[in-house]
């Protein structure tokens, strides 16, 4: 079951270094950026791994649009992230006294009752101000950092840590999580609209505002399914200011919380650059996925041969996710919208699926024997066997040795095998590699330093 992960906001106003610090905590744990977030030069959005936590890092730089007044700009921005963030970060800059903004930016994210944590920037500076002068703004937690030098990084992820809830499974309820993924107007709501139309709808708690997302639940053939509507994408730099970051943030955490994406396509408009970086990141998130094109209706002369002449541009385009299904479809005429329930639970049972060992180690020997991997002289990978680990998912441990020299190809050649006898469409499977021999050795190291550490003692 799929949770939503949390999100932490940082907001400030500029030229407090809440970009150099947002890469900072980026960097610092390999974060998967997400470069629809913003122009390619302002990654605004990514995803920080830090010990067992994960959670979504929103940089508010760049949300003020200079022809507004400041004022009306921030409280906007301050009200959209604390809408959106479960923790907000406000940033001053050490070398300056507070200012009436930073006093507005403080008491306007103290006012959202959500955790908030100062950071004190720029302390590698001189004429840094002491740490009292910050107090008068009213906000408890108080660190000082240098994005410049990485100082405070690690405790500031600490703080947020202790705050948000370690990343763990929800309590399992029998509910499959479908979101609708795509850019604007390319008939996302309407698609909403016939799917949850199409049964009887149990609870249509449909969100407060068109930027949130829209959630219904129905019932199809005794499953419980709960439709997400997002707000689109658009493409770097075709972003309004602010809000729509917010709109990508909510596209992302509804990847995050289903089960399946329908990543939604017009016919009339095929084939972007954004609806691959959208598989991509679906694909990344090992969630199910099919391609739905959109608006059907609407093409002229259509017919199967359309269809047919379509069908393969639009596989090589997705090439790099070639187990994805593709279905056309059209929310006017209802055409094909009872398909796209019954590939979920297709989808959900193949996701779910457990092979026996016996069964994959078989396939393994027998891919082995057809194929040996190749290597450098005298340092050949041994592939000795594999245990399926997970579901939903479907998540495979590899063990051998010199598996480091295993070549991207030999992984790719295995999938194929694994997706031929065991039918994996829809979903992404994954594969982890472990060497023995450095499992070993790591067992050794870490017995060595227990055993010195008992020595000390």
């Known amino acids: 079951m799929a949770s939503k992960l949390p999100t932490v906001a940082i907001i400030g106003q500029a030229n407090v270094g809440k970009s150099s610090l947002f890469n900072r905590f980026v960097r610092s744990r390999q974060a998967i950026v997400a470069k629809e977030a913003g122009t390619t030069r302002d990654n605004v959005i990514g995803k920080v791994k830090y010990e067992d936590h994960t959670f979504w890092l929103v940089d508010t730089a760049g949300l003020k649009d200079p022809n507004d007044e400041f004022e009306a700009s921030i409280q906007e921005q301050i009200q959209e992230a604390a809408d959106a963030a479960d923790v907000i970060m406000v940033v001053v800059d050490s070398t300056q006294y507070v200012s009436d903004e930073d006093r507005l930016v403080a008491k306007k994210a103290l006012k959202s009752k959500k955790p908030v944590i100062l950071l004190i920037n720029k302390t590698d ?12 703004l009213g906000i408890k937690d108080i660190i000082r950092t240098s994005a410049e030098h990485a100082q405070g990084v690690e405790d500031a992820l600490q703080r947020i840590t202790d705050i948000i809830p370690a990343r763990e499974a929800k309590e399992a309820d029998d509910i499959v999580r479908i979101s609708l993924i795509g850019r604007p107007n390319v008939g996302k709501s309407n698609l909403f609209n016939t799917l949850a139309g199409k049964q009887q709808a149990l609870v249509a708690n449909i969100a407060g505002t068109t930027r949130d997302v829209n959630r219904v639940q129905i019932k199809y053939k005794g499953q419980t399914m709960e439709i997400l509507d997002t707000a689109g994408m658009r493409k770097p730099g075709k972003q309004e200011v602010g809000i ?35 598989a991509g990141i679906i694909d990344e998130a090992g969630k199910g996925m099919v391609i739905v094109v959109s608006k059907w209706d609407s093409v002229e002369g259509k017919d199967a041969f359309t269809r047919d002449a379509l069908a393969p541009k639009i596989s090589r385009t997705f090439d790099f996710v070639p187990w994805v299904p ?9 055409q094909n919208v009872t398909k796209l329930f019954d590939l979920v639970l297709e989808i959900m049972e193949r996701r779910s699926q457990e092979p026996k060992t016996r069964q994959l180690n078989d396939l ?11 290597g450098l002289k005298n340092t050949h990978p041994k592939l000795r066997y594999m245990v399926h680990t997970d579901v939903s998912p479907p998540w495979f441990v590899v063990y051998g040795s010199n598996l480091k020299y295993l070549h991207w190809s030999y992984k790719r050649y295995l999938e194929r095998l694994m997706r031929e006898q065991f039918d994996y469409v829809g979903t992404p499977i994954k594969f982890s590699f472990r060497d023995e021999k450095q499992i070993k050795a790591n067992k050794e190291k870490a017995a060595e330093a227990a055993k010195k550490e008992q020595e000390r003692e």
């Open 364 to 374: 393994l020997q027998s891919a082995v024997q057809k194929h040996p991997p190749a």
């Open 326 to 334: 593709l279905i056309f479809t059209s929310s006017v005429t209802g």
């Open 125 to 136: 500076l001189a004429g840094n101000l002491p740490t009292d002068e910050f107090k008068r």
């Open 244 to 278: 729509e970051k917010f709109s990508v943030l909510r596209t992302l955490q509804a990847i995050e919380e289903s089960d399946i994406c329908f990543l939604l396509m017009d016919v009339n408009e095929l084939n972007t650059q954004l609806d691959q970086r959208l």
